[in-house]
């Protein structure tokens, strides 16, 4: 009964995060700010954990193809379909979960513990609209344009560690990565980031918004955000990859 309280609670938060902004103008510049704090301050952790995740992906598949009769470009092939099918979108989706998630909890929270979301609400500004649809509307963009700049990272980290270790040369990489392509993988994998960025974002956002109390409960908000986001990303990609694979 209470998880079901707390879904229609959701549900109806989620709806005015989407409703019409009262000016614009307000409403694009936060849009702007957003892109900033949830895209461009994310892309240094994204690119060393891709980087060194395609490292380990081909010296990990290297090491596990003993099999002389096994083709070599088979590590750039598996480094590739590691990258586009799930590391990319859920695993660096649950990272960002974590960091980003945890922000957006931690501002709303104080927010609404120092009253200045009843100040919104008094002045007739939509709080939710405002808050918390430019955080949904940026990870929407930024989440799929991540995705794409971790595959990108991640095999050139596979590539020049397999050079450095000698495990693969360059031409063999090279065909792997070209071997077999499907191309609606992409596809597949960018309709997973538009849900994972969604849950990301919101879940976080609502727990924020019904904080109540004080920095301490702030805090618990910001962890079982971070918490119900990944068993939430996890639990959608299983529906997604049953539904569109």
């Known amino acids: 009964m209470k998880f079901l309280y707390r879904l229609g609670s959701y549900i109806l938060f989620v709806r005015k995060a989407f409703s019409k902004p009262e000016k614009r103008s307000v409403y694009m510049k936060e849009l702007v700010n957003e892109f900033e704090k949830l895209g ?5 952790l994204v690119v060393i954990i891709s980087f060194f995740i395609g490292a380990v992906l081909t010296l990990q598949t290297a090491y596990n193809m003993a099999n002389p009769l096994l083709p070599r470009y088979l590590i750039g092939y598996l480094t590739r379909e590691t990258l586009l099918l799930e590391f990319s979108s859920t695993i660096v989706s649950l990272i960002l979960a974590g960091k980003i998630g945890s922000n957006i909890a931690s501002e709303i929270g104080s927010m609404k513990i120092t009253e200045q979301i009843e100040a919104l609400e008094t002045m007739g500004v939509n709080s939710v609209s405002y808050l918390v649809g430019p955080k949904i509307i940026a990870s929407f963009i930024i989440n799929p344009i991540l995705y794409i700049f971790s595959v990108f990272i991640g095999i050139i980290g596979g590539l020049l560690s397999g050079l450095l270790s000698g495990v ?4 063999d990489f090279i065909y792997g990565l070209h071997f077999s392509f499907n191309p609606y993988y992409v596809t597949y994998s960018i309709i997973k980031t538009l849900f994972f960025a969604f849950i990301y974002t919101s879940i976080p956002a609502f727990y924020g918004y019904n ?3 004080g920095a301490l409960e702030v805090g618990k908000a910001g962890t079982k955000a971070v918490v119900d986001s990944s068993i939430t990303i996890l639990t959608v ?9």
């Open 168 to 171: 693969v040369n360059f031409e």
């Open 40 to 44: 461009l301050n994310s892309i240094v």
């Open 237 to 245: 990609n299983l529906i997604l990859t049953q539904i569109l694979l």
């Open 211 to 213: 904080v109540q109390g």
